[in-house]
């Protein structure tokens, strides 16, 4: 017994003599390690009489908890001390510049997307809207689409489950049908633009199976080509920012406008550096053509009284003109490398029109 209580004053001097966190792990090894003594005397209970054990037992588990309560306190008490003399020492030099997050940038499709609704806005045109799942009646029929037209083919176009009544139902292929919701909901005149999705089983580097197009809708009295010629011209110079670009119409066939065309925009592709702008080549940019008559005559009304002309082109293709976008498919990788580096900082006003190379 007197051993005991010999070694427990002497290893509670020892704790409180230790002045690093490392000397009092020392200590700790000493009596609590393997062959520590708290901890052979714990093991030597086993070969004690009875007798002995029920005396000498709780007085070794009191030592072994006074003594590692005095470790635990001590090893507090340093490592709080240990803190406070770094925090005297080390300095943090707050003067450095801390590193900034970097913001989000926009999609160049948001941003062609916003340019265009800020411009035809500005030319009058309001926004209208129509479903991705479209009946064929809408995305064909209305549209003075034969049966037979290649357009209604299974391999351009995704057929969805039909509806309750047996109508076929498709993922739009285009967004015209929303001329024909157009003309169907309101009384005209109509002046409208809308921008969205449309599907096509494609995929190569210039086909993707989603993709964007933007069609416009202009039905009033006494319209003729002279107003389209004159609205699409000026959209064209705005939005490639070039005045006095050249532009081409071109006869063309689409079943809903009679006579159709399609448009050219001038550029020069010399060396590998292709400029929008004058130049030897031409670009196919867009379709338009005046609302051919059967397709007012689906939508009640009367070709005598109104006429109007129709355009549609592809988002993808004319931010990829503007911005120097080279592959259509990376559109949709979703690769924070290329939105960074072809991607619009939010402050950028939406119809930046003046500029011609993405904003990096
Ligand atoms: N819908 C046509 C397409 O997807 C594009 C188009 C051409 C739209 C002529 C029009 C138009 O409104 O007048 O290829």
């Known amino acids: 017994m007197a051993k005991i209580t010999d070694i427990k ?13 490392a000397e009092l792990e020392e200590f700790r090894l000493k009596y609590f390690g393997k062959k520590g ?21 709780p007085a070794i588990n009191a030592l072994k908890t006074e003594l590692l309560e005095a470790v635990e306190s001590k090893k507090n008490e340093l490592e709080l001390s240990e803190l406070n003399e770094k925090l005297k020492t080390e300095k943090i030099d707050i003067t450095l510049p801390g590193r900034p997050e970097e913001p989000g940038k926009i999609h160049p499709i948001s941003q062609t997307i916003d340019e265009l609704v800020t411009l035809f806005g500005d030319m009058g045109f309001a926004l209208a809207e129509g479903p991705n799942i479209e009946d064929d009646y809408h995305n064909f029929t209305a549209l003075n689409i ?53 599907f096509r089983a494609d995929y190569d580097i210039t086909h993707t199976p989603m993709f964007h197009q933007i ?77 051919h008559p059967n397709v007012l005559r689906n939508c009640n009304l009367d070709p005598e009284e109104y006429q109007g002309f129709a355009f549609g082109m592809g988002v993808e293709r004319i931010a990829m003109l503007k911005y120097g976008i080279p592959d259509l498919r990376t ?20 119809c930046a029109l003046n500029k011609t190379s993405g904003d990096a």
């Open 146 to 198: 034969a049966e037979d037209h290649p357009a209604r083919q299974e391999q351009d176009t995704f057929y969805m489950k039909e509806k309750k009544d047996g109508a076929p139902l498709v993922l739009r292929t285009h967004t015209s049908p929303v001329q024909i919701r157009t003309m169907m909901d309101k009384n005209p005149p109509h002046r409208i633009v809308s921008i969205g999705r449309v």
């Open 37 to 57: 003594l708290v901890t052979s005397m714990l093991k030597g209970m086993g070969s004690l009489s009875p007798e002995e054990r029920q005396v000498q037992g």
């Open 9 to 21: 004053s002497q290893s509670l001097q020892e704790v409180n003599q230790t002045q690093t966190v």
């Open 215 to 291: 069609e416009g809708l202009l039905i009033d009295k006494n319209i003729n080509m002279g107003h389209l010629k004159g609205c699409l011209i000026e959209f064209l110079e705005t939005f490639f920012g070039v005045k006095d670009l050249p532009v081409r119409f071109r006869p063309s066939y689409f079943p809903f406008t009679e006579p159709s065309a399609e448009v050219d925009i001038g550029c020069s592709r010399e060396d590998g550096d292709f400029k929008i702008g004058k130049g030897a080549d031409w670009m196919e940019i867009l379709g338009c053509g005046m609302v």
């Open 331 to 350: 559109f949709y990788e979703s690769d924070l490398r290329w939105l960074r580096h072809y991607g619009f900082r939010s402050l950028d006003i939406p």
